[in-house]
């Protein structure tokens, strides 16, 4: 039994490694960057006090380095964080949070790493993977990569990042060593905040039409993102004299540009001389998002000709108008239960894009939506966020479920329908998941046989 378990071991890795680049998802490479006990957990956190619940797992941090395509076939490396709980005999959800909107390449979660420096994502994975979430950090298309530039606001860059990470982080589960082995369930969550609000929305629309087999996204929560791209956010610029955070609106019209006109497209023929020339500069990843905003006009629209502004507004078929629209993020009906956070007093992103959101899904025949509003005294855009990033992951605690050996059917418990399952899977030979595979193989063998089938029903008994 021995030399079997290690034949097909060895078969399994050969297998993986020969098809490394075959598909999007699939690992460029890996590093273990830091592990955190639970007394380090503990003491990260006590600043926090009992916002945040105690640890239960030590954790592992992971940089990953996973293969993707662009729509023009293109081959992409990115690049992302994970933090994973230690337990050898337990199954854990998937959680994707996006990040926020960030203009420098260093920013990115996967060259930061797990620490409080970086609030956002020092506090959500040193909460999240604890409490038995397996934590994954997508730094999206071009953030981190100092040759490629980010496709902000572009609503397929978002799937295609956190979609492939799913994927790589599903197949570090299994070349990593046995004592650094982890497991994965069938649960896939999403939250992020801001651009991260964006993103996340944008991948579970992404999900629920091109990876709804592939993929169960079991709770979906989008704080204070730009749905409403084309309405409300077009609205609020046009009736506006000047913003406090400029950077955002040529963020989006550059990324806008180079993703739909070229990389070699001409600035000039949208932009004031002095900007035309000096935007392709400032987003290039070594800029700060501060720095940008102290060169910029109060009023960001200030930075267009004047005659492209005026055609803008009169022209419903702009070129601007077009790509925003094409990722507006109304229109359809989510299917997997969704928690859409927003601040009154937000003044970046104003609420309503929250509102004109649910109401749409809502007359579109969505069933289970939520809308959470907190009002002005909570503050603005950055003030706002811890709360919304506490509750939101409260929400998400509420649908998790952390699976032993023998759960089969994923609910958290070892009962009578986790043994029909095994049956069906040793005489009927029944495909399932690989999560299930796992469940399912108590004794270790790398197959599903009557001797474990035998282990599940003592386990059970026992419960009972």
């Known amino acids: 039994m021995f030399i079997k378990n290690n034949i097909l071991k060895f078969f399994l890795f050969s297998f993986l490694l020969n098809n490394l680049d075959a598909e999007p998802g699939n690992i460029i490479s890996y590093e273990l960057e830091n592990q955190f006990s639970l007394n380090e957990i503990q003491i990260a956190l006590s600043s926090f006090g009992a916002l945040v619940g105690d640890p239960v797992y030590s954790i592992s941090v992971y940089k990953l380095y996973y293969e993707s395509h662009r729509p023009s076939g293109e081959i992409d490396t990115l690049s992302g964080l994970v933090c994973i709980p230690n337990s050898p005999d337990k199954a854990f959800p998937i959680l994707s949070y996006q990040h926020g909107t960030m203009t420098l390449d260093n920013d990115a979660p996967s060259i930061t790493g797990l620490t409080l420096n970086n609030i956002e994502i020092g506090l959500v994975g040193l909460a999240a993977a604890p409490s038995g979430f397996i934590t994954l950090f997508p730094d999206y298309e071009g953030i981190g990569n100092f040759e490629k530039f980010h496709p902000y606001i572009v609503a397929d860059s978002y799937t295609r ?79 506006i004299p000047s913003y406090p955070r400029p950077y955002y609106v040529p963020y989006v019209l550059t990324s806008h540009l180079w993703t739909y006109a070229g990389l070699e497209v001409d600035f000039y023929q949208y932009f004031e001389p002095f900007w035309a020339d000096t935007l392709p500069s400032l987003y290039n990843g070594t800029f700060s998002s501060s720095f940008i905003d102290n060169i910029l006009p109060e009023n960001p629209l200030d930075i267009l000709l004047p005659e492209v502004l005026d055609e803008f507004i009169a022209d419903e078929n702009h070129f601007f108008r077009q790509t925003l629209n094409t990722n507006t993020l109304l229109d359809w009906v989510p299917q997997s239960p969704t928690y859409i956070f927003h601040g009154l007093g937000d003044d970046i992103i104003p609420s309503e894009n929250a509102q004109v959101a649910y109401n749409n899904f809502i007359e579109n025949g969505a069933q289970n939506m939520n809308l959470i509003l907190y009002p002005t005294f909570y503050g603005g855009h950055t003030a706002v966020a811890l709360t919304c990033i506490i509750d939101g992951f409260d929400v998400i605690q509420n649908y998790q ?25 040793i005489f009927l030979e029944n495909s399932l998941t690989e999560f299930q595979w796992w469940a399912g193989d108590l004794d270790s063998d790398l197959f599903h046989s009557i001797f474990d089938l035998l282990l599940l029903s003592d386990l059970i008994q026992n419960e009972i």
């Open 161 to 239: 990042a956190v979609v492939n990470m799913v994927r790589s982080v599903r197949q570090l589960s299994s070349i990593l060593n046995d004592n650094q082995k982890f497991q994965y369930n069938d649960q896939v969550s999403l939250f992020g905040y801001s651009e991260g609000g964006y993103a996340t929305l944008a991948v579970q629309k992404g999900i629920q039409f091109h990876h709804s087999e592939e993929m169960n996204i079991v709770v979906s929560c989008p704080m204070a993102g730009p749905y409403d791209l084309s309405g409300t956010m077009v609205d609020y610029f046009l009736s």
């Open 401 to 425: 479920v952390i699976c032993p050996k023998g759960d089969l059917s994923g609910d958290g418990n070892l009962a009578i329908d986790d043994i029909a399952y095994l049956k069906e899977s």
